[in-house]
């Protein structure tokens, strides 16, 4: 399987990307929330609810989200009652808030929050019924390995569930959507986080990151099946679903 280069959002040789993602995350974890619901005009809520009905049906009972951020993915997935939701993540700092957010509903007892590495993930072979991401994928330094170590800590049957950007084909929401992704977003999301590069660095990745049928074929590499991409909002995101 081949191993695709998507940019580091400092660009600096002597880092790697991880912690430069890391760094990045914890840098912006206090205005995250707000500027992922300001940016996207709240149209991301819909999408991961979209996305976690997709588990209805299955109602899987030991759930993992992976690069789980401040928990919003994990938290939505309280909808399907299962017995736990671990999520995992790398920046402390967005943990934190989680955490903050998952004491506030009272969820403490279902969900659990732990620093974690997508590419070396500290669960058993075969532990959940399901696996969730919202917006990692982009982020893993090695996407090849990242697929792996998801394949293998996924029950046989489990099912994958993936929440991510993409890029408009269509006219003109192609051309209305990159001028706001590479002019107004990044210079938004500089203005109100702080940091000069996480929203230059979002549009960066996003074009990197392969689209549809082309992220469809890595995870049939993988060894995922019954895989599909779905589309949504013009295909501003898509969702992506495989099972084991």
């Known amino acids: 399987m081949q191993h695709l280069s998507i940019p580091a959002p400092y660009k600096q040789t002597d880092v790697s990307k991880k912690d430069q993602v890391k760094a990045m995350f914890d840098n912006i974890a206090p205005r995250y929330d707000f500027l992922n619901h300001f940016l996207s005009l709240g149209i991301d809520k819909r999408w991961r609810k979209k996305a976690i009905s997709l588990l209805q049906d299955e109602q899987p009972k030991i759930i993992l989200d992976i690069a789980t951020g401040t928990a919003d993915f994990a938290i939505e997935a309280l909808t399907l009652q299962p017995h736990v939701i671990k999520g995992i993540d790398i920046s402390d700092e967005m943990l934190q808030i989680g ?20 590419e070396k993930i500290n669960f058993d072979d075969n532990s959940f019924d399901a696996i969730t991401i919202g917006f990692g994928v982009r982020n893993f330094e090695n996407l090849s390995k990242g697929l792996t170590e998801i394949f293998r800590v996924l029950k046989k049957n489990g099912t994958l569930v993936i929440l991510e950007f993409s890029t408009p084909e269509k006219f003109p929401v192609r051309q209305l959507y990159l001028f706001y992704f590479h002019n107004i977003l990044p210079l938004l999301g500089k203005i109100i986080s702080k940091d000069d590069r996480a929203y230059h660095y979002l549009p960066e990745s996003v074009k990197a990151f392969p689209p549809g049928k082309d992220f469809i074929k890595l995870l049939n590499e993988t060894g995922f099946t019954d895989t599909k991409c779905i589309p949504l909002t013009f295909g501003i995101a898509s969702i992506y679903t495989g099972k084991k």
Not at 105 to 110: F, L
């Open 99 to 118: 955490r903050k957010k998952i004491k506030k509903i009272n969820a403490g007892k279902k969900i659990e929050l732990l620093a974690g590495d997508s």
